[in-house]
C-alpha cells in the first residue's frame, strides 16, 4: 500500500515496529502551497513512516508531479529529510495542475500510483487541494477499472490496489480551514506581521505617524485579527465581522480620540479581503486617504504582501506539523476502506481526527453566509478560537464612556510575581481594560507581594497600559518573594486601598504565594475576596494549564538559537552540540525545543538516565554521524541531574566521539526570558487576561453582602487558577491543585508533553514505544453552541 502521512498521538500505546511490521505499507506525500512548517510535517510524514517499516515516496511539484510521474515520484530515505526543519516552504515543490481537474489527468495520476504499488496518500495544502483528493480517492476505483480495460494495468492490479487511503493535513497561513483552531503555518505568518508591526511602531512614534497595513486574507481575516489584538490595533478591518455603516465617522472619533490622550502613533489592520456591510471592498488605500482627507494625520501604507509566506518556521508549526505528521501516518495505518478520507486537526492542545469532506463543507458555507451577508453566523462557522479572539478584540479596543461604564464602587489589584516571562504586559493590559469595561477601579501593584506590603500601589487608567502588548519583561516589576512573611503589612494595604479582588500574574510563586494567602484567611478578613492566578513563566511548570505566558517566547529563542548553532558548523568536519536550557526540575523547554529544533536527544529530570543510557546515546549518534549527517545536537534541562551535569555530558561526547565529530557546549542562560513576547504569548496572554477578570467580576458579584455593604469570599472555589486544559481553558480552585503538585520540584506531577517524548525520539531514529492514548476516534465537525464559546477554547 501506499500514502502520505499525518499523523498526532491515537489510541492504545503500542510498539509501532512490532505492531506493524508484517503489512509492507507504501506511503506517499506531496503538499500543493508553500507555508512555513511544512518541512516539519514532511520530515514527520517520512520518518514515521519508515519507523513503521513503510516505504515512503515524495510526489514533487504536488498533482502536477502526480500526473507527470517519472522522476517526480521518488522513494525517500530517512537521510532525505534531515536539515529541513529549519527551512521555510516546502523541499518538495508544490505547483498548481490544471490537467488533475480533469478524468484523464486523474486516471494517468492513478496509473502512477499503481505502477509503484502506492495507495495511501498524505497531502499538505488548503480546502482545494483536500477537495481534489477526496474526488480522486471516490474515483479511484472506476480509474483502476478503466485502466484495466485499457490493457495499462492487469486484473491483479486491480484486487491489489484496490482502495485509496487519504489523510490530509491543512497548510495554510490564513488558518481559513474550519475544524482546526490552527493550520500549519499560521503562527510563522504571525511572527512575520508583528515583526513588521513591532518595527513600524517605532518610527511611527517618533513622527507621530498614522500607519495603515495591510495582511493576507482574502477570504478570512485571522491574521489581521490576530496581529490587532497582538500588536494594540486601533481598528481592524476583516471579512467576517465588516463595520457598522457610518463606520467611516467611528474610526476618525477614535483615532482623534487617542491622538487626544497623547498617544503618538495610530496602527489600522487591514485583511485584503476587508469588506463593508455591503460586500463592497475596504482597501488600505481607502482608509489611508479617508484619515488623511478628515483628520490630517500623517498617514503611510504598508502591504506585507508576501513577507508573511516566508522566513524561518515558528516552534509552534514545527511542533504542530511534526504531531500533525506522525498523526497522519497513525491515521493510514489504521484506515479501512469504509474509513472516510479525514483531516488531522488542532482543538486546543488536543489533536483529533475530522472527516475532510464536512470540515470543506463548512469552510465553504462560512464563504456563503458572507456573502448572503450573514456575519453573525460566518464568525460562528469560524469557531470558537476565532469568535473568541474577535470578543476579546471588541472588548479591549474601544474605550467606554464614563456614561456607559457600569459603577461597581469595586476596587481590583493586579500584580506580576516570579520570575519576568514575555507576555505579562499584554496580560496585565488585558486586565486593566477589561476591569475598566466591567466598571471597577484598578490597581497596579509595583514589585509583587514585596511591593504590596510597602504599600507600592497606584491606581492604573485605559491610557496607562497603551501599547504593552509588544514590550518583554515586566513593566510593574516582579519578584520572587512570597507573602507568608508580609501577611500583615499585605492584610493592611489591602484594607487601606480597599481591594476587594486581587489578579495574580506568574509561575510556581504566584501558585505558592495564593495557596498562602488563602490558608490566611482564618486570621485575616481582608484576604476574604476573590483571588484569580494567570500562569506566566518560561519554566512552563504550573499546575492546572498545558501552557504558561512567555513559554512560546522562550521556546523560540531556544529554536532560533539551535538554529544558528547548528549553521556556524556549516561546512566544517562534523560536530555535535551540547545546549542547556532552563525550566529548574521541569524538562518542557529541553523537550519541546529538541522537538522543534530536531534534537537527537533531550536530558530531563522527569525521566531519569544512568550512565548506561547516555552511553547508548553517543553510539547511537556516532552511527548517524558515520552516514551523511553531518550536525549533532542535544539539549539539557538546567537541573535533569546533578551529577551528570553539561560539563560532564560535554567531555562524555567529546570522548567517546573522538575520530567521528568533535564537540561543543553552550549555556543559553537568561536570553530565554527576554525579548519581544512571541505572538501566542500576546494572544494567550490577552485572552486568559480577559477571560479572568470576567470570572472576578462574576465572584464579586456572588460574594458581595448587602448588609455588610462588603465581599466576603472565603471558600476554595474563590480562589482559583485559569490554566488551559486540553481543549479549554478552565478555573481550578488551587487548593485542589495541591494533590497534582510535586511542591520539592516546583513541578506538576503529570505533564501532558511527556507524551510527546516518543514523537521526539522516533524523529531522532530511536526504537521506542509510541502512546497514542489521547487520539480517540474520528470525529464529526459541528458548529459550537454560544454555552460552548464561553468555556473559553484558546
Same mark, same amino acid.
Given at each position: 500500500?501506499?500514502?502520505?502521512?499525518?499523523?498526532?498521538?491515537?489510541?492504545?500505546?503500542?510498539?509501532?515496529?512490532?505492531?506493524?511490521?508484517?503489512?509492507?505499507?507504501?506511503?506517499?506525500?506531496?503538499?500543493?502551497?508553500?507555508?512555513?512548517?511544512?518541512?516539519?510535517?514532511?520530515?514527520?510524514?517520512?520518518?514515521?513512516? @519508515?519507523?513503521?517499516? /513503510?516505504?515512503?515516496?515524495?510526489? +514533487?511539484?504536488?498533482?502536477? !508531479? &502526480? $500526473?507527470?510521474?517519472? =522522476? *517526480?515520484?521518488?522513494?525517500?530515505?530517512?537521510?532525505?529529510?534531515?536539515?529541513?526543519?529549519?527551512?521555510?516552504?516546502?523541499?518538495?515543490?508544490?505547483?498548481?495542475?490544471?490537467?488533475?481537474?480533469?478524468?484523464?489527468?486523474?486516471?494517468?495520476?492513478?496509473?502512477?500510483?499503481?505502477?509503484?504499488?502506492?495507495?495511501?496518500?498524505?497531502?499538505?495544502?488548503?480546502?482545494?487541494?483536500?477537495?481534489?483528493?477526496?474526488?480522486?480517492?471516490?474515483?479511484?476505483?472506476?480509474?483502476?477499472?478503466?485502466?484495466?480495460?485499457?490493457?495499462? @494495468?492487469?486484473?491483479? /492490479?486491480?484486487?491489489?490496489?484496490? +482502495?485509496?487511503?487519504?489523510? !490530509? &493535513? $491543512?497548510?495554510?497561513? =490564513? *488558518?481559513?480551514?474550519?475544524?482546526?483552531?490552527?493550520?500549519?503555518?499560521?503562527?510563522?505568518?504571525?511572527?512575520?506581521?508583528?515583526?513588521?508591526?513591532?518595527?513600524?511602531?517605532?518610527?511611527?512614534?517618533?513622527?507621530?505617524?498614522?500607519?495603515?497595513?495591510?495582511?493576507?486574507?482574502?477570504?478570512?481575516?485571522?491574521?489581521?485579527?490576530?496581529?490587532?489584538?497582538?500588536?494594540?490595533?486601533?481598528?481592524?478591518?476583516?471579512?467576517?465581522?465588516?463595520?457598522?455603516?457610518?463606520?467611516?465617522?467611528?474610526?476618525?472619533?477614535?483615532?482623534?480620540?487617542?491622538? /487626544?490622550?497623547?498617544?503618538?502613533?495610530?496602527?489600522?489592520?487591514?485583511?485584503?479581503?476587508?469588506?463593508?456591510?455591503?460586500?463592497?471592498?475596504?482597501?488600505?488605500?481607502?482608509?489611508?486617504?479617508?484619515?488623511?482627507?478628515?483628520?490630517?494625520?500623517?498617514?503611510?501604507?504598508?502591504?506585507?504582501?508576501?513577507?508573511?509566506?516566508?522566513?524561518?518556521?515558528?516552534?509552534?508549526?514545527?511542533?504542530?506539523?511534526?504531531?500533525?505528521?506522525?498523526?497522519?501516518?497513525?491515521?493510514?495505518?489504521?484506515?479501512?476502506?469504509?474509513?472516510?478520507?479525514?483531516?488531522?486537526?488542532?482543538?486546543?492542545?488536543?489533536?483529533?481526527?475530522?472527516?475532510?469532506?464536512?470540515?470543506?463543507?463548512?469552510?465553504?458555507?462560512?464563504?456563503?453566509?458572507?456573502?448572503?451577508?450573514?456575519?453573525?453566523?460566518?464568525?460562528?462557522?469560524?469557531?470558537?478560537?476565532?469568535?473568541?479572539?474577535?470578543?476579546?478584540?471588541?472588548?479591549?479596543?474601544?474605550?467606554?464612556?464614563?456614561?456607559?461604564?457600569?459603577?461597581?464602587?469595586?476596587?481590583?489589584?493586579?500584580?506580576?510575581?516570579?520570575?519576568?516571562?514575555?507576555?505579562?504586559?499584554?496580560?496585565?493590559?488585558?486586565?486593566?481594560?477589561?476591569?475598566?469595561?466591567?466598571?471597577?477601579?484598578?490597581?497596579?501593584?509595583?514589585?509583587?507581594?514585596?511591593?504590596?506590603?510597602?504599600?507600592?500601589?497606584?491606581?492604573?487608567?485605559?491610557?496607562?497600559?497603551?501599547?504593552?502588548?509588544?514590550?518583554?519583561?515586566?513593566?510593574?516589576?516582579?519578584?520572587?518573594?512570597?507573602?507568608?512573611?508580609?501577611?500583615?503589612?499585605?492584610?493592611?494595604?489591602?484594607?487601606?486601598?480597599?481591594?476587594?479582588?486581587?489578579?495574580?500574574?506568574?509561575?510556581?510563586?504566584?501558585?505558592?504565594?495564593?495557596?498562602?494567602?488563602?490558608?490566611?484567611?482564618?486570621?485575616?478578613?481582608?484576604?476574604?475576596?476573590?483571588?484569580?492566578?494567570?500562569?506566566?513563566?518560561?519554566?512552563?511548570?504550573?499546575?492546572?494549564?498545558?501552557?504558561?505566558?512567555?513559554?512560546?517566547?522562550?521556546?523560540?529563542?531556544?529554536?532560533?538559537?539551535?538554529?544558528?548553532?547548528?549553521?556556524?558548523?556549516?561546512?566544517?568536519?562534523?560536530?555535535?552540540?551540547?545546549?542547556?536550557?532552563?525550566?529548574?526540575?521541569?524538562?518542557?523547554?529541553?523537550?519541546?525545543?529538541?522537538?522543534?529544533?530536531?534534537?537527537?536527544?533531550?536530558?530531563?529530570?522527569?525521566?531519569?538516565?544512568?550512565?548506561?543510557?547516555?552511553?547508548?546515546?553517543?553510539?547511537?549518534?556516532?552511527?548517524?554521524?558515520?552516514?551523511?549527517?553531518?550536525?549533532?545536537?542535544?539539549?539539557?534541562?538546567?537541573?535533569?541531574?546533578?551529577?551528570?551535569?553539561?560539563?560532564?555530558?560535554?567531555?562524555?561526547?567529546?570522548?567517546?566521539?573522538?575520530?567521528?565529530?568533535?564537540?561543543?557546549?553552550?549555556?543559553?542562560?537568561?536570553?530565554?526570558?527576554?525579548?519581544?513576547?512571541?505572538?501566542?504569548?500576546?494572544?494567550?496572554?490577552?485572552?486568559?487576561?480577559?477571560?479572568?477578570?470576567?470570572?472576578?467580576?462574576?465572584?464579586?458579584?456572588?460574594?458581595?453582602?448587602?448588609?455588610?455593604?462588603?465581599?466576603?469570599?472565603?471558600?476554595?472555589?474563590?480562589?482559583?487558577?485559569?490554566?488551559?486544559?486540553?481543549?479549554?481553558?478552565?478555573?481550578?480552585?488551587?487548593?485542589?491543585?495541591?494533590?497534582?503538585?510535586?511542591?520539592?520540584?516546583?513541578?506538576?506531577?503529570?505533564?501532558?508533553?511527556?507524551?510527546?517524548?516518543?514523537?521526539?525520539?522516533?524523529?531522532?531514529?530511536?526504537?521506542?514505544?509510541?502512546?497514542?492514548?489521547?487520539?480517540?476516534?474520528?470525529?464529526?465537525?459541528?458548529?459550537?453552541?454560544?454555552?460552548?464559546?464561553?468555556?473559553?477554547?484558546?
Amino acid at each position: 500500500m501506499s500514502g502520505a502521512v499525518a499523523v498526532l498521538p491515537t489510541n492504545p500505546v503500542y510498539t509501532p515496529v512490532l505492531l506493524w511490521k508484517a503489512q509492507e505499507k507504501e506511503l506517499l506525500q506531496y503538499n500543493f502551497s508553500f507555508e512555513d512548517g511544512m518541512n516539519a510535517a514532511v520530515r514527520a510524514v517520512v520518518r514515521m513512516g @519508515i519507523y513503521v517499516k /513503510a516505504k515512503v515516496y515524495f510526489v +514533487y511539484e504536488g498533482y502536477q !508531479g &502526480m $500526473v507527470d510521474g517519472g =522522476d *517526480n515520484i521518488v522513494e525517500v530515505s530517512w537521510e532525505s529529510v534531515s536539515s529541513i526543519l529549519q527551512v521555510g516552504g516546502t523541499v518538495i515543490g508544490s505547483a498548481r495542475c490544471k490537467s488533475f481537474r480533469t478524468r484523464g489527468g486523474r486516471l494517468q495520476a492513478a496509473y502512477n500510483l499503481v505502477q509503484r504499488g502506492i495507495t495511501n496518500l498524505c497531502v499538505i495544502g488548503g480546502d482545494g487541494s483536500l477537495t481534489g483528493a477526496n474526488l480522486f480517492r471516490e474515483e479511484w476505483s472506476g480509474l483502476l477499472e478503466e485502466l484495466a480495460q485499457k490493457g495499462q @494495468i492487469d486484473e491483479e /492490479a486491480v484486487k491489489k490496489y484496490a +482502495y485509496l487511503n487519504i489523510v !490530509g &493535513m $491543512v497548510g495554510s497561513i =490564513d *488558518n481559513d480551514f474550519c475544524g482546526t483552531d490552527m493550520t500549519i503555518g499560521t503562527d510563522s505568518a504571525l511572527h512575520r506581521i508583528i515583526e513588521v508591526v513591532d518595527a513600524i511602531m517605532t518610527t511611527a512614534q517618533s513622527h507621530q505617524r498614522t500607519f495603515v497595513l495591510e495582511v493576507m486574507g482574502r477570504h478570512c481575516g485571522y491574521l489581521a485579527l490576530v496581529s490587532a489584538l497582538a500588536c494594540g490595533a486601533d481598528w481592524v478591518f476583516i471579512p467576517e465581522y465588516p463595520p457598522e455603516e457610518g463606520w467611516e465617522d467611528s474610526m476618525c472619533v477614535k483615532l482623534s480620540e487617542n491622538r /487626544a490622550r497623547k498617544k503618538r502613533l495610530n496602527i489600522i489592520i487591514v485583511a485584503e479581503g476587508a469588506i463593508d456591510c455591503h460586500n463592497k471592498p475596504i482597501t488600505s488605500e481607502k482608509v489611508k486617504d479617508l484619515v488623511v482627507q478628515r483628520l490630517g494625520f500623517d498617514t503611510r501604507v504598508t502591504i506585507l504582501g508576501h513577507v508573511q509566506r516566508g522566513g524561518t518556521p515558528s516552534a509552534f508549526d514545527r511542533i504542530l506539523a511534526s504531531r500533525m505528521g506522525v498523526e497522519a501516518v497513525l491515521a493510514l495505518l489504521e484506515a479501512t476502506p469504509a474509513t472516510p478520507a479525514c483531516v488531522v486537526s488542532l482543538s486546543g492542545n488536543q489533536a483529533v481526527r475530522l472527516p475532510l469532506m464536512e470540515c470543506v463543507q463548512m469552510t465553504q458555507e462560512v464563504q456563503k453566509a458572507m456573502d448572503e451577508g450573514r456575519f453573525v453566523e460566518a464568525v460562528k462557522l469560524r469557531g470558537r478560537s476565532f469568535e473568541n479572539n474577535l470578543n476579546t478584540y471588541k472588548l479591549l479596543s474601544h474605550k467606554k464612556t464614563d456614561a456607559e461604564l457600569p459603577m461597581t464602587n469595586f476596587n481590583v489589584a493586579v500584580l506580576n510575581v516570579g520570575a519576568p516571562a514575555a507576555g505579562m504586559n499584554a496580560a496585565v493590559r488585558a486586565a486593566v481594560r477589561v476591569g475598566i469595561t466591567e466598571g471597577h477601579k484598578m490597581f497596579a501593584v509595583i514589585d509583587g507581594f514585596e511591593g504590596f506590603a510597602r504599600g507600592k500601589i497606584k491606581e492604573i487608567s485605559w491610557g496607562d497600559v497603551g501599547g504593552w502588548t509588544g514590550q518583554g519583561g515586566s513593566i510593574l516589576g516582579t519578584k520572587r518573594t512570597l507573602p507568608a512573611k508580609y501577611l500583615e503589612k499585605i492584610a493592611d494595604q489591602m484594607r487601606t486601598n480597599n481591594i476587594n479582588a486581587l489578579m495574580v500574574i506568574g509561575g510556581f510563586e504566584a501558585y505558592l504565594g495564593l495557596l498562602e494567602l488563602s490558608a490566611a484567611r482564618e486570621k485575616y478578613d481582608e484576604f476574604c475576596v476573590p483571588m484569580v492566578m494567570v500562569p506566566a513563566t518560561v519554566s512552563n511548570n504550573v499546575p492546572g494549564s498545558d501552557f504558561s505566558i512567555g513559554a512560546d517566547t522562550a521556546l523560540n529563542t531556544i529554536t532560533d538559537t539551535c538554529d544558528r548553532i547548528k549553521q556556524s558548523a556549516s561546512g566544517t568536519k562534523r560536530r555535535v552540540f551540547i545546549i542547556e536550557t532552563m525550566g529548574g526540575y521541569c524538562g518542557y523547554l529541553a523537550n519541546m525545543g529538541a522537538l522543534a529544533a530536531g534534537a537527537d536527544a533531550a536530558y530531563i529530570f522527569e525521566e531519569q538516565f544512568d550512565i548506561r543510557e547516555l552511553q547508548a546515546n553517543v553510539e547511537h549518534l556516532t552511527e548517524k554521524m558515520k552516514t551523511s549527517i553531518q550536525r549533532g545536537l542535544v539539549l539539557r534541562n538546567e537541573n535533569c541531574n546533578e551529577n551528570y551535569t553539561t560539563d560532564f555530558i560535554y567531555q562524555l561526547y567529546s570522548e567517546e566521539g573522538k575520530g567521528v565529530f568533535d564537540c561543543r557546549k553552550n549555556v543559553l542562560g537568561h536570553m530565554q526570558q527576554g525579548g519581544a513576547p512571541s505572538p501566542f504569548d500576546r494572544n494567550f496572554g490577552t485572552k486568559i487576561s480577559a477571560k479572568a477578570m470576567q470570572w472576578i467580576s462574576k465572584k464579586l458579584k456572588e460574594t458581595y453582602r448587602k448588609g455588610a455593604g462588603k465581599i466576603f469570599a472565603n471558600t476554595d472555589d474563590s480562589v482559583c487558577l485559569l490554566g488551559m486544559r486540553r481543549r479549554n481553558l478552565v478555573f481550578q480552585p488551587v487548593a485542589e491543585l495541591k494533590t497534582e503538585t510535586d511542591f520539592v520540584h516546583r513541578i506538576p506531577k503529570e505533564q501532558w508533553w511527556l507524551k510527546l517524548r516518543p514523537l521526539m525520539k522516533i524523529l531522532a531514529k530511536y526504537k521506542t514505544s509510541y502512546d497514542v492514548s489521547d487520539s480517540g476516534q474520528l470525529e464529526h465537525v459541528a458548529m459550537h453552541s454560544p454555552k460552548e464559546a464561553e468555556t473559553g477554547a484558546i
